[in-house]
């Protein structure tokens, strides 16, 4: 079964700073998406970036961005120009292709302060 | 974009009764919806993927018995939480994707309901 695994429960910085988010995964398939999800105080899930394991190129949305190490089975997420909308629960999910179910990990808690 | 709908937003029910919660795409057909349960500050937790026509596939450890997925349109998927008790109390997410997209395709989240079960 794969896992998500993301380290860091919470995270803190100031606006304007860049941070970097931390995700792990283990699975035996070579064929897969990754996803960076956002979910602020409303509760409601936001997609913020999506990778294709078959891509060699990291995904890039904005200000945000993703450092994918296939080998490494590591899928980072880089905020940039940090914003007081940023502050959220970002959950960094696994999906199988073919099979559309998310795994997620655990959630790291990010605060952007003013 | 895509807009999936869930009712009721909060539902507090007494321990014994049944609950159901409704999730609808209002713009667009979905053959899978998805159904999340997630406990505070916690993750989000499949519990089961809602096929339209056809018998829900449930995650391991998840009782179906208990809670009753009906998916019986292409708009519309329904979960019922049965003899609801206490540690049902959660925080209960859907999502859809489009009938036709790619397995790739976002899903689009619902905006959760939250159930209290007294």
């Known amino acids: 079964a794969q896992t998500v695994t993301q380290s860091q429960p919470e995270m803190s910085v100031q606006e304007a700073e860049t941070v970097t988010l931390s995700c792990t995964y283990d699975?035996?398939?070579?064929?897969?998406?990754l996803f960076w999800y956002k979910q602020p105080p409303s509760r409601q899930m936001i997609l913020v970036i999506r990778?294709?394991?078959?891509?060699?190129q990291n995904a890039t949305e904005n200000r945000f961005s993703v450092n994918f190490q296939k080998a490494a089975k590591s899928f980072s997420l880089k905020i940039s120009d940090s914003q007081l909308g940023d502050t959220a629960m970002y959950f960094c999910?696994?999906?199988?292709?073919?099979?559309?179910?998310?795994?997620f990990g655990q959630g790291t808690r990010l605060t952007i302060n003013p | 974009g895509a807009v999936v709908s869930q009712h009721p937003s909060r539902v507090i029910c007494k321990s014994g009764t049944s609950v159901k919660i409704e999730c609808r795409s209002l713009?667009?057909?979905?053959?899978?919806m998805f159904w999340y349960r997630q406990f505070p500050k916690q993750s989000l937790m499949l519990m089961a993927t809602?096929?339209?026509?056809?018998?829900?596939?449930?995650e391991q450890g998840v009782e179906k018995d208990k809670f009753l997925i009906n998916h019986a349109s292409l708009t519309l998927s329904t979960l019922t939480v049965t003899s609801a008790h206490p540690e049902d109390s959660s925080f209960y997410i859907c999502?859809?994707?489009?009938?036709?997209?790619?397995?790739?395709?976002?899903?689009?989240f619902g905006p959760g309901t939250r159930l209290t079960v007294t």
């Open positions: 999502s859809a994707n489009p009938a036709g997209a790619p397995t790739s395709a976002e899903q689009y």
């Open positions: 999910a696994f999906m199988n292709l073919g099979a559309q179910k998310l795994v």
């Open positions: 699975t035996s398939e070579s064929n897969y998406y």
């Open positions: 990778q294709e394991a078959y891509k060699q």
């Open positions: 713009d667009f057909q979905a053959t899978t």
């Open positions: 809602s096929n339209e026509g056809s018998k829900a596939t449930y």
